[in-house]
């Protein structure tokens, strides 16, 4: 009789070591789901958040402003970025437009990835007339990759015909997997 309660006890204790090992499994599962989750929000939050300071913009004291500076993709996908341009001078200005260019790590151009304006869907905007102290905010500058290798690029944007000159400004871009 004692032997057939020893090999009751150890049944049991083996049993409750499985379902203790089954139990914590399931439990760290949902807790990496639960991060990754929290994570996609964060970041959804700090985007949208980033998007707004954009179009305060308006009033910030630096002839062209880009928000963000920089964005993470993966292959295939598309993102925004806020560009302003900001009158400094003291006179009205005319025909102020702005190009962008993608270009590679290195500065090779980069045919795979497409930067493009809100305003024209193009690679040059429309010309804009700008008093002095006021500006342009909210021109979004879309970015779309169309099978680019993993790494790094830059959407180069320089603006044209403001009275401090042409000023160039760059939104980094993360190819990732």
Avoid: H
């Amino acid at each position: 009789m004692d032997k057939k309660g020893a090999i009751e006890l150890s049944m049991t204790t083996i049993i409750v070591i499985v379902i203790g090992i089954t139990i914590l499994s399931l439990g760290l599962v949902w807790i990496r789901s639960v991060f990754t989750d929290v994570g996609s929000i964060t970041s959804g939050a700090f985007e949208q958040g980033e998007t707004q300071i954009a179009e305060i913009f308006g009033g910030s004291n630096q002839p062209v402003a880009l928000s963000p500076s920089e964005t993470t993709l993966a292959q295939g996908d598309t993102s925004t970025a806020t560009l302003a341009i900001n009158n400094l001078g003291s006179s009205t200005v005319s025909n102020v437009y702005a190009e962008v260019s993608s270009k590679a790590l290195g500065g090779a151009d980069a045919d795979t990835l497409v930067c493009a304006f809100s305003d024209t869907l193009g690679s040059k905007t429309n010309t804009y007339s700008l008093t002095s102290g006021n500006g342009l905010s909210g021109l979004k500058v879309l970015v779309e990759d169309q099978g680019s290798d993993l790494g790094t690029y830059a959407c180069v944007i320089t603006v044209y015909n403001l009275q401090e000159g042409t000023q160039t400004t760059s939104l980094i871009v993360n190819i990732e997997k």
